[in-house]
């Protein structure tokens, strides 16, 4: 005969079950908020920042040939000699130029690789959603059954115990003599 089992408190189940539900209800939330920002960063990536980069490039180019070609009147012009405040604007618009046109190609190419260095931590982050929304949900049901189980099976009897007698009721004297007939209602 296999040996017992000691139950000594279902209420540990119950309990790391709604520790677990409470995880999941707090986990699932920020999961979802983290795999939103990622498709957040792609639009502003492939949008918002290349717009704006692209528009900057223009706009100092622009900047820098009105420089160069205040710079190059002055060296036509035979009433004066350039200053140098007109060389130095010229290389200042040069360096804001070469920026924009740097922070563009960045933009460019974080656009380009996003997905294959993104890509894997978002299989990661779906993994662990399935997991959430799936498996944890399962366990925590299966948590509810067990312990279910566990109580029905600590409120039986071993097996060869003797039955617990039952309080006496008012036909306990003629159940010893064996007499059947069902007792009288007072009502």
């Avoid at 639009?43 to 918002?48: D, G, M, R, V």
């Avoid at 130095?88 to 933009?107: G, I, N, S, T």
């Avoid at 003629?174 to 059947?180: E, V």
Wanted: without cysteine.
């Amino acid at each position: 005969m296999p040996a017992q089992a000691k139950v000594k408190s279902v209420d540990a189940l119950d309990t790391f079950r709604a520790v677990l539900l409470n995880y999941v209800a707090k986990a699932r939330p920020t999961l979802e908020e983290v795999t939103g920002d990622v498709t957040r960063l792609r639009i502003w990536l492939e949008s918002t920042q290349r717009t704006f980069w692209e528009n900057e490039a223009k706009k100092r180019r622009r900047a820098w040939e009105e420089a160069q070609q205040a710079l190059f009147s002055a060296k036509l012009s035979n009433l004066r000699r350039e200053s140098a405040a007109e060389v130095a604007a010229v290389h200042r618009a040069r360096r804001a130029m070469e920026e924009a046109d740097e922070k563009l190609r960045r933009v460019k190419r974080w656009a380009r690789e996003y997905d294959s260095r993104v890509q894997p931590l978002v299989k990661q982050m779906e993994k662990l959603h399935t997991l959430l929304a799936n498996d944890l949900i399962q366990a925590a049901a299966y948590l509810a059954e067990s312990a279910q189980t566990l109580s029905d099976y600590a409120d039986r009897r071993p097996i060869g115990a003797p039955a617990q007698s039952a309080p006496p009721t008012e036909n306990a004297g003629s159940a010893a003599t064996g007499d059947l007939t069902p007792a009288k209602n007072p009502a």
